[in-house]
């Protein structure tokens, strides 16, 4: 969480829509307005592990009850892959909607064209997995949607550690080898502006 929370920008307010348990607030300064929005009201009540937040809402991210560019930031961290392909877009396309003018978005999601392990991301391993996507088809989703400066940061080379020998290799060096080989890439992390 906290490499990802290293691409938000200090703009307020900032929308985690599908926050799930809130752990990325944690992460967050205090001087962002954080609101967090997820279909499950047990993440937003018994099960939320963030920290003091602006809001808590229960309801659908298909629907985002924001008017319009409201937000400065928008994240959508490991949910487009929640979604089967046909609200794929429309998941986008809100998120769009209530992001600013020169606003940021950041998306992240499993690789499905990881070099090894992508059956990993993919039912049985995770059923509530419906669609994962490939680094081209996010990038082509986003600029479908009118995101411009789509820009892709690596995250990691691993799932989980094959062995100890691989603990030892520090986390910078890894999210380097992930952003120069895609391939091996295992968790993109998106960031794109609204014009």
């Given at each position: 969480m906290a490499n990802t929370?290293?691409?938000?920008?200090?703009?307020?307010?900032?929308?985690?829509?599908g926050c799930g348990s809130g752990l990325i607030s944690n992460f967050i300064p205090d001087s962002v307005s954080y609101v967090g929005i997820d279909f499950n009201p047990n993440y937003l009540?018994?099960?939320?592990?963030?920290?003091?937040?602006?809001g808590r809402l229960g309801g659908s991210i298909l629907r985002l009850p924001f008017r319009n560019a409201c937000f400065q930031t928008v994240l959508l961290l490991h949910v487009i892959e929640h979604f089967p392909e046909p609200l794929q877009i429309p998941l986008l396309q809100d998120a769009y909607r209530v992001l600013a003018s020169g606003g940021t978005f950041i998306i992240s999601t499993p690789n499905?064209?990881?070099?090894?392990?992508?059956?990993?991301?993919?039912?049985?391993?995770?059923?509530?997995?419906f669609r994962c996507?490939?680094?081209s088809e996010v990038k082509s989703l986003l600029e479908k949607v009118g995101f411009k400066d789509i820009r892709?940061?690596?995250y990691d080379i691993f799932i989980e550690y094959p062995n100890r020998t691989?603990?030892?290799?520090?986390?910078?060096?890894?999210?380097?080898?992930a952003q120069v080989f895609p391939s091996l890439e295992k968790h993109p992390v998106f960031t794109a502006t609204r014009e």
């Open positions: 929370a290293r691409l938000i920008p200090n703009q307020t307010p900032l929308l985690d829509a009540s018994r099960d939320w592990k963030g920290g003091r937040v602006d499905l064209g990881t070099w090894r392990n992508a059956d990993k991301f993919l039912p049985p391993n995770n059923p509530k997995h996507l490939r680094i892709r940061h690596g691989a603990r030892l290799i520090p986390h910078s060096l890894r999210r380097t080898v």
